[in-house]
């Protein structure tokens, strides 16, 4: 009898822990972790450009994990532009070195289109080729 | 022969003052990655904060008149269940993606700027969550080389904006945001 009592016991425990993890877990989950998420699009610079200057086609990329290439065009601190169009805001210092006018290749999140430079942006960023 | 010099010279002095006409008009100063910081945290709980360190700013200093975009999924929470309640449930960031400032700046001069600080005042409007709001905000402003910093801060309220704080969660989150910027204009 008494042994029951204590599985019992040990049973609403066990649950109510299990609860409190899980709890604990769905508030403070971790943030995305772009690097590692599989790549949604594949394109290139003026695509994607010309996509998302076009209203209609925001939601399909915002947020989303893309694959860009396209030509260095300006070089910022920790951040790129490729093409004249598309923004790269790097998740953590860049440690390749960066040439203006040199193909790349970058995977990250994009965040959406700004109408006042007319360029894409990218944040959370990380480079898949740069030759 | 001695005339159709002078014409020339004329012609080429006109072209070269239009030119230089043209490249004041568009004196510009770009900020990328400018830095937006909202806080609406109360004591005793969980704060409420993020950051968005890619936010545009144009100032052009021939008008004064001073830009500013600021996507809404470029705001970073510490806390990722928070960043998504924000996005979804308050500033519905699919619907309403953008924040927006327009404003001018009072009586104010580029040439006058140095590598000391001088306050500035700004005054415009501020749309967020498809609604607008005049602001107006003090901005400590310097120039160093060819770089003008500007940082500054000012208050909203969420009801501005027509957002609506839920019963549970209200005596979490300040009745009042604090709104910081930081942007490093560069000449362009």
New interface residues.
């Given amino acids: 009898m008494r042994g029951k009592k204590l599985y019992a016991v040990l049973a609403v425990v066990l649950v109510l822990l299990i609860l409190a993890i899980s709890m604990y877990n769905?508030?403070?989950?971790?943030?995305?972790d772009i690097s590692t998420e599989q790549v949604a699009f594949t394109v290139s610079a003026t695509k994607i450009h010309m996509d998302l200057s076009k209203e209609d086609k925001?939601?399909k990329y915002?947020?989303q994990v893309v694959q860009i290439e396209g030509k260095i065009t300006a070089i910022?601190?920790n951040?790129v532009?490729i093409d004249d169009k598309v923004?790269i805001?790097f998740s953590k210092e860049v440690s390749n070195d960066l040439t203006i006018a040199r193909p790349i290749t970058i995977k990250g999140r994009c965040?959406?289109y700004?109408?006042?430079?007319e360029?894409v942006?990218i944040?959370q960023a990380t480079v898949v080729h740069n030759n | 022969m001695k005339n159709v010099n002078i014409r020339l010279s004329l012609l080429i002095l006109v072209l070269i003052n239009g030119a230089i006409a043209s490249l004041r008009a568009q004196e510009k100063y770009?900020d990328?990655?400018g830095i937006v910081i909202f806080e609406a945290s109360e004591q005793l709980f969980e704060e409420v904060k993020a950051a968005n360190?890619?936010v545009?700013a144009?100032l052009s200093t021939e008008t004064n008149q001073i830009?500013?975009?600021a996507?809404?999924?470029?705001f970073?929470f510490k806390?990722?269940?928070m960043?998504e309640h924000f996005n979804e449930n308050y500033i519905e960031s699919?619907t309403y993606?953008?924040a927006k400032f327009k404003g001018n700046l009072i009586d104010f001069n580029v040439a006058e700027l140095d590598e000391n600080i001088t306050e500035v005042s700004v005054e415009g409007t501020l749309e967020v969550h498809g609604r607008q709001k005049g602001v107006h905000a003090k901005l400590k402003t310097q120039k160093i080389r060819d770089i003008i910093s500007m940082t500054g801060e000012f208050k909203v309220t969420p009801g501005d904006f027509d957002i609506e704080i839920p019963k549970i969660v209200r005596n979490k989150i300040a009745k009042e945001v604090l709104v910081k910027l930081d942007f490093k204009l560069a000449k362009k």
């Fill in positions: 769905y508030i403070y989950k971790g943030h995305r925001v939601a915002v947020d910022e601190q951040a532009v923004q805001n965040v959406g700004d109408d006042l430079l360029l942006k944040d | 770009i990328k990655n360190e890619s545009t144009i830009a500013s975009l996507l809404i999924k470029g970073h806390n990722s269940l960043e699919e993606p953008k």
